[in-house]
Every structure is written in C-alpha cells, then in structure tokens.
C-alpha cells in the first residue's frame, strides 16, 4: 500500500552536483523523518542526512556543508541536492521514512515503520 521510490543519481564528476529525489506512494496521511543512508563496497551502511516532518535536519560528518536536505510534505518527497561531490560518495543511496501514516479507510488511518526505497547508484569519478 505504500512505498518509497527513489529518482536521480546516476552519474558525476567530482566537483559537480546530482540532486535525488524520493517520493512516498498511496494514501499517505503524514510521512516522519525521512532521510538518505548510503553504502559504499566494503563499508557499511552510513547515514548521509534526515529531516524531520518539522524540517530539523541532521547531516553525516561527511557530507556536511555539501549536501543539502529538505522536503515538501505536500507531494511527501524528500530531496537530496550533493554538490562538491567526491569519488568517496559513490555508492547505493537509499531513501528511508521511520513512520508513514496511511488511510485505510475514508476516516481511518494506520500507521506502519521503517520504509525504505529501492535504492539508487551514485557514480562519482575523479
């Protein structure tokens, strides 16, 4: 009944910029945190960035003052802007929302956790 999807990435030099996207599909009533997490061969999955329905954000140590993250609840998509990218943000980058609330019914909602995207391939080359 709901799912994220995940567009964008694909390809960069170093130096440039990629923008990511991830929209959450079906009868949404309100999306939580939702943030990118990524994971490079060899190394395990990292935090990149959150941001809270509220749009209290919080950035992985290496990722900050490059990438930005923002949302628009009103289309419940969460964005992922990476500029000054490097050979070492290369990987899988996947989108997660920790609580998505959803109709069940004209006048009923439930709730379910830990949401995750497909995932997306990043390609960053010096």
């Known amino acids: 009944q709901v799912q994220l999807m995940e567009s964008g990435g694909h390809w960069a030099q170093a130096g440039g910029s990629l923008r990511l996207s991830c929209k959450a599909h079906?009868?949404?009533?309100?999306?939580?945190?939702m943030g990118w997490y990524r994971q490079s061969p060899g190394k395990p999955r990292e935090l990149v960035a959150t941001?809270?329905?509220?749009?209290?954000?919080i950035y992985g140590d290496s990722v900050m003052g490059r990438f930005a993250i923002s949302r628009d609840n009103g289309v419940n998509t969460v964005y992922l802007q990476m500029n000054d990218l490097k050979p070492e943000d290369s990987g899988i980058y996947s989108c997660?929302?920790?609580?998505?609330?959803?109709?069940?019914?004209?006048?009923?909602?439930?709730?379910?956790?830990?949401?995750w995207g497909q995932g997306t391939l990043v390609t960053v080359t010096a």
């Open positions: 997660n929302a920790d609580r998505i609330r959803y109709y069940i019914g004209p006048d009923y909602t439930t709730y379910g956790l830990d949401y």
């Open positions: 079906g009868n949404i009533a309100t999306v939580d945190t």
């Open positions: 941001i809270s329905s509220a749009g209290a954000t």
